[in-house]
């Protein structure tokens, strides 16, 4: 079993829909969760971390499941912009942090 | 404010040639610089962290190698390169082993 595991995807999602994603992790001992958005050919940018109680920033929403061991991100009233890459990014034992592979969201008109 | 300058940003290099990518960091002290690698349609592979001068943490055996010379400079290079060493290359910087700041990355080919 991979230690971060999410939809590879394309979701491909009309403009103003609302969309999820989950990612999955293996090590119960994990410390840390993040959501980074990555666009094609750039680098990966913080989008939010993930918090016990779960977190809202605008648009996007954040939730950790601890005894099911994933993260999830929610991205409502979907626009042209959201269209990237986004990578789980899980803080393990030994301060490592280990990026899933990325789900690609295509959001069209 | 913090600053990451990785270049080249695209490199074309032959088999069997040598590698140099640099990555430079301002407007911090005693940063964890890291070297991620990243191939088509893969994740992000950590290759290479160092938490202060001259001390390297290899993550995967390879081709590759890193130095720190100072504490704001991270060096990736190889002797001899591989076809399987194309790909996109990333630097980054944290303060602590939380959030990760990249640069700008740097798309090798070697053909």
């Known amino acids: 079993r991979k230690e971060v595991e999410q939809d590879p995807g394309p979701f491909n999602v009309p403009e103003g829909a609302t969309v999820a994603f989950n990612c999955t992790y293996s090590n119960s001992a994990s410390q840390s969760f993040f959501w980074y958005r990555q666009d094609c050919r750039k680098e990966p940018k913080l989008l939010m971390s993930?918090?016990?109680s779960g977190n809202e920033d605008g648009r996007f929403t954040a939730q950790l499941n601890r005894a099911s061991q994933y993260i999830s991100l929610l991205i409502r009233d979907s626009k042209l912009s959201d269209s990237a890459t986004y990578l789980c990014v899980v803080k393990g034992g030994g301060n490592k942090l280990t990026f899933g592979t990325g789900t690609q969201l295509k959001v069209e008109l | 404010s913090q600053t990451i300058h990785q270049w080249p940003a695209t490199l074309v290099q032959p088999v069997g040639s040598p590698l140099s990518l640099e990555c430079t960091v301002e407007g911090t002290s005693n940063p964890n610089l890291y070297w991620y690698r990243q191939a088509a349609g893969r994740g992000l592979q950590l290759l290479f962290y160092s938490v202060g001068i001259g001390q390297i943490s290899s993550e995967v055996p390879q081709n590759l190698s890193a130095s720190r010379p100072q504490d704001r400079q991270f060096i990736l290079s190889s002797k001899k390169l591989l076809l399987s060493d194309s790909g996109f290359y990333l630097c980054?910087?944290?303060?602590?082993?939380?959030?990760?700041?990249f640069g700008s990355g740097t798309q090798l080919s070697v053909l």
């Open positions: 993930v918090y016990s």
């Open positions: 980054a910087w944290s303060n602590r082993f939380e959030r990760l700041f």
